[in-house]
């Protein structure tokens, strides 16, 4: 299955595949992407690296990505599903097997994990299930019940054996509780205060590649990791999110300390204010516009319907 010394793409079901193998004499790396990179079946570029594939293949390492094509897709395709099963077998040539993963991407690495014969898994923020009777605690598992187009979406991940370290935020409820379920965890970095960002935050504070190539080379250093982040303390969405008071214990007195350094980080980059304006507003256009585009595809949907049942009814009269 698995061809040599070039870029190779494949369709698998409703998931796409990017790999490159270079040396089957050092370890391999497996992805999978989080939700918000989703190829969209429309305007598929057939060019666009999937996610995780440039960045691990620059620094010559066996790369192996997968990405979900459309939105509501939660990899749980059972064509997927055997096709990891083979693939795992395939992997065996390599000395070691790795997965990534962030978010629901983590969910994929973990829930695949077993079949693909992975030594080790590195996951950030993940989710463990998306089954909304186990994770009725978590909204993006709630969305998802509605949206995912298998009615039967209630894999579980945390059937993972293989060792797992985890990076999340403990305050942020919904990425604690899934962390929870995971009985294969070897090391639990936390992140507090980032909420559902931990990758944005790593890499804003210059760590997200040093974590993860550390990671493959096993020598990711835990008992530092807890210095190296002091750095969030500069990260406005940092204060933004413990203003929101994710643990409901927030006196007026930490509320007070946490505006006063809020205010004299903005003060300190008061030169970057406008061009986060201007981020944020792009973000808010971003998400309406997709909101927008959710209830055009819904409506459409029911006008085809309601156009179907009075044709019938025609039929019948």
Request: charged fraction near 25%; proline fraction near 5%; hydrophobic fraction near 40%.
């Amino acid at each position: 299955m698995l061809k040599f010394k070039q870029d190779v793409r494949l369709r698998i079901d409703d998931m796409m595949m990017q790999y490159r193998i270079i040396d089957t004499s050092k370890p391999v790396v497996v992805t999978f992407a989080p939700g918000c990179e989703a190829i969209d079946e429309k305007i598929m570029d057939e060019n666009k690296p999937l996610w995780g594939f440039n960045f691990l293949s620059k620094e010559k390492i066996n790369t192996i990505s997968f990405v979900h094509i459309g939105k509501n897709n939660y990899y749980q395709s059972r064509e997927f599903e055997a096709f990891l099963e083979k693939l795992g077998d395939e992997l065996g040539i390599f000395p070691e097997r790795i997965g990534y993963g962030v978010s629901r991407g983590g969910f994929a690495a973990s829930l695949y994990a077993n079949s693909l014969k992975l030594d080790r898994v590195l996951l950030l923020m993940p989710l463990s299930t998306y089954d909304n009777q186990v994770a009725p605690w978590d909204p993006k598992v709630q969305k998802a019940s509605q949206n995912s187009p298998h009615p039967a979406s209630n894999k579980d991940a945390t059937i993972c054996r293989v060792p797992l370290t985890v990076i999340y935020d403990p305050l942020f409820k919904a990425d604690r509780l899934h962390i929870e379920r995971y009985a294969s965890v070897v090391h639990k970095l936390i992140l507090p205060g980032v909420g559902h960002r931990i990758p944005r935050a790593l890499q804003d504070m210059g760590l997200l590649k040093k974590v993860v190539l550390d990671f493959i080379d096993n020598k990711l250093d835990t008992e530092a990791f807890p210095r190296l982040i002091r750095e969030r303390r500069k990260l406005s969405y940092y204060y933004r999110n413990l203003l929101s008071d994710p643990t409901q214990k927030l006196t007026l007195k930490r509320k007070f300390i946490l505006y006063s350094h809020k205010l004299r980080l903005q003060l300190a980059n008061i030169e970057d204010q406008p061009a986060r304006i201007v981020s944020r507003f792009k973000q808010s256009l971003y998400k309406r516009q997709y909101f927008a585009e959710g209830w055009q595809n819904r409506l459409q949907h029911f006008t085809a319907q309601r156009s179907l049942v009075i044709g019938t009814a025609m039929i019948f009269c």
